[in-house]
T-cell receptor, first 114, second 111 residues
């Protein structure tokens, strides 16, 4: 049963610390998305990649957030320095651009910045 | 800009009743309309989808209808059960993963 995996599932950190979230997309998928969700509603697109190249990161605060795909099996989202307003659940999703536009979501990383 | 409006934001029904969630999209180029269900502590999961060349699609207790002229699409859940309680998102896409999500509907099914 292929699925998107995300680590860590939970992260508690102090303001000013660096946070790195990781995502392993479904094998064979070439499109990866990062979303942020607060209060269990509303999916805010932060960035997305196709074939490891960033296509749109306009939703991401550039001064503190960065997203990369070091290889086809790993996507990372970093926050440096973290702030309390970054507390949210961060979802990674993947898809294949030759099929439907279905996105397959991971379980999310719940981030709390104190 | 392009957007997807979803209503209601919260819906409470009695077990066994039907639930209907409605979405309206603005981009007439949209041709793919998925619905996602998000249970507590989990990521959204696709439950049903419809393409613009189809007016209705059913899968057991869930169905989706699409009115391209009016740019409306709806999710219908019949014989609701407590496990249907979740947040539901509609989305509209025009290919190339240019997808816009609705704001979500929190569905409560009371036993």
């Amino acid at each position: 049963d292929a699925r998107v995996t995300q680590t860590p599932r939970h992260k508690v950190t102090e303001m000013g610390q660096e946070v790195t979230m990781r995502c392993q997309p479904i094998l064979g998928h070439n499109t990866v998305f990062w979303y942020r969700q607060t209060m269990m509603q509303g999916l805010e697109l932060l960035a997305y990649f196709r074939n490891r190249a960033p296509l749109d990161d306009s939703g991401m605060p550039k001064d503190r957030f960065s997203a990369e795909m070091p290889d086809a099996t790993l996507a990372t989202l970093k926050i440096q320095p973290s702030e309390p307003r970054d507390s949210a659940v961060y979802f990674c999703a993947s898809g294949w651009d030759r099929g439907t536009d279905t996105q397959y979501f991971g379980p999310g990383t719940r981030l709390t910045v104190l | 800009g392009e957007n997807v409006e979803q209503h209601p934001s919260t819906l409470s029904v009695q077990e066994g009743d039907s639930a209907v969630i409605k979405c309206t999209y603005s981009d007439s180029a949209s041709n793919y309309f998925p619905w996602y269900k998000q249970e507590l502590g989990k990521g959204p999961q696709l439950i049903i989808d419809i393409r613009s060349n189809v007016g209705e699609k059913k899968d057991q207790r869930i169905a989706v209808t699409l009115n391209k002229t009016a740019k409306h699409f709806s999710l219908h859940i019949t014989e609701t059960q407590p496990e249907d309680s979740a947040v539901y998102f509609c989305a509209a896409s025009k290919g190339g993963f240019k997808t816009i999500f609705g704001a979500g509907t929190r569905l409560f099914v009371k036993a």
